[in-house]
């Protein structure tokens, strides 16, 4: 019984995750439809920068 009642949480949160999944998506493509070039491009950089480090991709 117990682990049933697992399942259907798993499940549920599995569900939940989805809808936040799709959510994100639709904001995030309606920024890029709407942002200009210099402005998406600006904030990518500034995504990597702080992901991996401008010292790390300069060492090459």
Known sequence: M????ILIGLKEAKEHNLK???????VYS????KASNRTWS???KR????LYGKERRSRK
């Open 42 to 44: 600006r904030g990518q």
């Open 2 to 5: 117990k682990q049933n009642s």
């Open 47 to 50: 995504f990597l920068d702080i």
């Open 20 to 26: 936040d999944n799709l959510e994100y998506i639709d």
């Open 30 to 33: 309606n920024y890029v439809k």
